[in-house]
């Protein structure tokens, strides 16, 4: 479920609520077989005697975790280029010139 806030735009911001009608909370997992993935779950999901049981993952953050490290793969990749150019020039500043006289 998922209610609408600030509706000026296309994109408009869409909070996630539960079946409780409340704010759904992100999460982090701490599991051996999902570390660091993000997941939503109603704030009443743990208190006693609450019947909610809303939980799901947050697929959203997956894409733009990948995005950010493609993202810094190009920059590493950039700055490797920027500095195998650089040992280039310097390498061609330091050639040695041997000349042979022979008698």
Same mark, same amino acid.
């Given at each position: 479920?998922s209610a609408t806030i600030g509706s000026t735009s296309s994109s408009a911001q869409k909070e996630m609520v539960c079946h409780c009608?409340?704010? /759904?909370? $992100?999460? *982090?997992?701490? *599991? +051996?077989?999902?570390?660091?993935?993000?997941?939503?779950?109603?704030?009443? @999901?743990?208190?006693?005697? +609450?019947?909610?049981?809303? #939980?799901? #993952?947050?697929?959203?953050? /997956?894409?733009? @975790?990948?995005? &950010?490290? $493609? &993202?810094? $793969?190009?920059?590493?990749?950039?700055?490797? %280029? %920027?500095? /195998?150019?650089?040992?280039?020039?310097? +390498?061609?500043?330091?050639? /040695?010139? $041997? @000349?042979?006289?022979?008698?």
């Amino acid at each position: 479920m998922s209610a609408t806030i600030g509706s000026t735009s296309s994109s408009a911001q869409k909070e996630m609520v539960c079946h409780c009608q409340l704010l /759904v909370r $992100i999460c *982090t997992s701490k *599991t +051996k077989e999902h570390p660091g993935k993000k997941f939503r779950v109603c704030p009443n @999901s743990l208190k006693p005697g +609450k019947n909610c049981k809303y #939980w799901e #993952w947050d697929e959203e953050p /997956v894409q733009q @975790s990948l995005d &950010a490290e $493609i &993202a810094a $793969i190009k920059k590493d990749v950039s700055d490797l %280029k %920027k500095e /195998v150019l650089e040992l280039k020039k310097k +390498k061609q500043g330091h050639r /040695v010139h $041997i @000349s042979c006289n022979l008698l």
